[in-house]
């Protein structure tokens, strides 16, 4: 089957662009989606330990993560999902005549108008709680278990940015610029396990996320499905046994979770192995993706992407302060975690905070969502890609707190100003959709 729909033309209409939508690879960015939210909900604990609630990673220390994590380790494949859209996106906004600026200016209102609401929300909610005389201890562990996930913003918006390079390094030498970054990405890991400089690893912030991007460029263009399906089902065997291998023996951990900070080329391993599997199936799920309850479930999710990620941590912390609230007013004990109590809970724990995210991100996608004419003028839109990125770095570094919510919503907002066309002319080969998507990853 091949992988490559024919490029929208500039007279081809708003159904037309419609039509060119991958069913398949809509239904896999949405899965990767609830899988996230699933892992971050059951690592979520709250216990109530003298008369004060006290809010832990539940699975640091346990087995249990370890199974859970190979089940829900879906980062690595959302990054390649996202190269195989954002090739095809690139290519179908160059046939139109748009700029390479323009589409990156595009890819940061649509990332970073969720995350001005998001953050700015928080902030305001962080704010609340110090007024009302809520623990510090309380504030700045919700702003810390908010601010952790968000390393996916600033990593996903760089990326992004650099996709119409990275599509001309793909174009002229598709091999060489994959196997450098890979090259690149293992070398930091050698030079960390040399060294025992753990900070060195934050390099791969850079190379592991970009590679992967750049292995959905092979599954966009038709490379991967042109391979035999005996030479992709040993791709997908060799990937998992090196990684299995390299788990056993000590050189990655076998949480795969904590191969994500910093990240490791075990996410390589993990990358291609789902690539290879993606790519063997992909004529099955895209036949299941068009079943109308799954067309519905994907069509609900492909439009709110980033606010379902950026929002599902705020519904999980908020779900954990009721609970130890109710716990601490009612007088009832709540369950040790990992105990068995802890897990007849999950159930119900998972399908809530699944339920509450879908909720938040109906109520909230509308007001995020949004793509004015794109700013043609390149130094503007380095400066928003940079001013987005530092806004959301200061939050992983600093921790989410009223202040640097505040700093980070001003910078955002500076971003999104510069990102804007001044001109009222639209440039050439942009039209405005009537139907605007907040999805980071959705075809423009």
Known sequence: MALVTAPATPS?????????????????????????VLLHAIMVGVTVEDGAPVFENASVGTWWIVPVSWLLQVMPLFFVIAGFSGLLSYRRHRVRGGSDTAFVAARVHRLLRPALYAVGIVGAALTVLVLCGIPADFVVTAGFRYGQPLWFLAVFLACQALLPALARMHENAPLLSIGA????????????????????????????????????FFLADGTIDALARRTRGILALSATAALFLACAFGIFSPDLIANINPPTTA?????????????????????????????????????????MYLWHMPVLLTMAGLTAAFALQSGQSLPALSSVDWWMQRPLWLVTTLALTALAALLLARWESGVPAPSTSGAAVTGAVLLGVSGTLGLLILGTSPLTAAFAVGLYVLALRLAVRRSPARPEGYARPRALSASP???A
């Open 441 to 443: 990853t959705s075809s």
């Open 267 to 307: 996410l390589l391993l993990v990358g291609l192995a789902h690539t290879s599997v993606l790519s063997l199936y992909r004529s099955r799920v895209i036949g299941f993706s068009r079943r109308p309850l799954v067309a519905r479930l994907t069509a609900f999710i492909t439009p709110r992407t980033m606010t």
């Open 181 to 216: 970054l890979s090259t690149l990405a293992v070398t930091v890991d050698i030079l960390r396990a040399l060294t025992g400089n753990d900070s060195l690893g934050f390099l791969n912030l850079a190379f592991v996320w970009i590679a992967l991007q750049q292995l959905g």
């Open 12 to 36: 081809s209409s708003a159904h037309d662009g419609a039509a060119l939508r991958d069913p398949g690879i809509d239904l896999v960015r949405a899965l990767c989606v609830v899988g996230v």
